[in-house]
């Protein structure tokens, strides 16, 4: 494909979809987006979304799709939006650091129908399309006289089929519609690299891994640990450094049943707090718990002892201020592209225990206590170590802040330069 190459020091035009972007409630996914859209500002380019704009279901069955795609004007058009009505909209300030909006109605879930119907990736048509589309999931599209790079993240639906909901033939089918005709693959860590060669066959030298970048809000690392304290008080009921922390989605990837086992076994008083939305099959998780479980706040130390508190979904800030004031991160997941919660941890000086094995082990490098997070006796051993053990509570603190450094969002925008430019045919 011949696209238009900027000259060495020209700015980068990058594409962006809105599909985790957007996310009021954000996941991994949709902070991945976000950090992307914030390099691409270090480093001196232009980002322009692919906005989608939710249009009438489909009735399936009823509409052939040829003339569903032409009805809904599935060829994109440039949006050009006041800034009156940017303000208006529940991201506005989101919407305004783009450089040029792309808009199709209905386009990702039309692209999911197309694939299932005609088994390849539906093409978007924009008017001055950007030279790079960077699709920040696997989505079934490609935008037409742009490279179309597509994220990775993970490979957990046919690695692991057991411990996700997404059903491993489609998944299947989506992976390799996107490997057939992407430019570049990108991803987030070496486990996951080494899934993509081997499970896909890709060669090497067409997937990238860039690693994540770690940006949290200036606004909080500046907190005073009185205020985390008092915000720990409010939200939990408890004590700063008075708990063991999870956080994340409650499901059976995140191993919530052996944490909560293992949390029992390890006869600790200090409460195991989950914080996260309920997940696929969450309540057989959190069955495990019995009449342990707790709704925050923790009215009383008899009510706490030994407890499992479950929070709900809560604002990423107040969310990394009860991260801060844990006495740890127990975080026992059994699959991950990269672990962000492991590094958020890290960076704000509180101790982490992960799997010793994939890309938690990977991220955390020797700044964690690692165990075999799928044994419930040694996982409890080490939640008694971190109970028990305020020196090793430090050592872990201290190479955590170290490890987190080497993510840094600078660092991190150089490395995508590399890669888009590179892509483009100048300097990598």
């Known amino acids: 494909m011949t696209v238009p190459v900027p000259a060495g020091g020209a700015r980068l035009r990058v594409g962006l979809d809105s599909r985790n972007l957007m996310l009021s409630e954000g996941t991994g996914v949709a902070t991945y987006g976000r950090t992307l859209l914030e390099s691409i500002a270090r ?19 009823t509409v052939r799709l040829r003339r569903y795609l032409r009805a809904l004007g ?81 490979l957990i639906p046919l690695r692991d089929p057991a411990l996700t909901s997404i059903d491993q033939g489609k998944f299947r089918r989506l992976i390799r519609a996107i490997v057939k005709r992407a430019d570049h693959i990108v991803t987030v860590s070496e486990s996951s690299r080494r899934d993509i060669i081997e499970l896909l066959g890709c060669r090497p030298e067409r997937v990238t891994n860039t690693y994540q970048a770690l940006d949290l809000p200036p606004a909080l690392l500046a907190r005073s640990d009185a205020d985390v304290a008092a915000e720990v008080a409010a939200t939990l009921g408890l004590p700063r450094g008075g708990y063991v922390l999870f956080a994340g989605s409650i499901e059976p990837r995140k191993n919530i049943r052996t944490l ?50 479950r929070l709900p979904y809560l604002p990423y800030e107040r969310l990394l201020a009860l991260v801060r004031g844990a ?79 080497q993510f840094s969002l600078d660092a991190y925008a150089a490395r995508m330069e590399r890669l888009y430019r590179g892509l483009l045919g100048g300097p990598r």
Request: aromatic letters at 4%; a positive charge; one cysteine or more.
């Open 43 to 61: 480093m001196g380019g232009d980002a322009e979304l692919v906005l989608d704009i939710p249009g009438t279901p489909l009735r399936g069955g």
């Open 327 to 405: 006495r740890a991160l127990v975080f026992a997941s059994l699959s991950e592209g990269f672990g962000l919660p492991i590094l958020e941890a890290m960076a704000l000086g509180t101790p982490v225990v992960a799997a010793n094995f994939g890309a938690m082990a990977e991220i955390a490098g020797d700044a964690a206590l690692l165990v075999d997070v799928r044994d419930p006796r040694a996982l409890s051993q080490a939640i008694a170590r971190i109970a028990d053990d305020s020196a090793l509570c430090a050592e872990l603190a201290a190479r955590g802040r170290r490890r987190a450094a």
């Open 260 to 309: 909560i086992e293992a949390h029992r076994l390890s006869g600790v008083a200090l409460p195991l707090v989950l914080g996260g939305p309920d997940g696929w099959r969450a309540a057989e998780q959190l069955a495990a718990a019995g009449d342990r479980l707790r709704r925050a706040p923790c009215d009383t130390a008899e009510t706490r002892a030994g407890a499992v508190v």
């Open 74 to 154: 599935w060829r994109s058009r440039i949006v050009a939006l006041h800034p009156n009505e940017v303000a208006a909209r529940p991201a506005a300030r989101l919407l305004a650091r783009f450089a040029r909006v792309h808009a199709a109605r209905d386009v990702f879930r039309t692209a999911n129908v197309h694939l299932d119907i005609y088994r390849r990736l539906l093409v978007l048509i924009a008017g001055d399309p950007p030279p790079l589309m960077h699709w920040t999931y696997p989505l079934p599209l490609r935008l037409r006289g742009a490279l179309n790079l597509y994220t990775g993240h993970d």
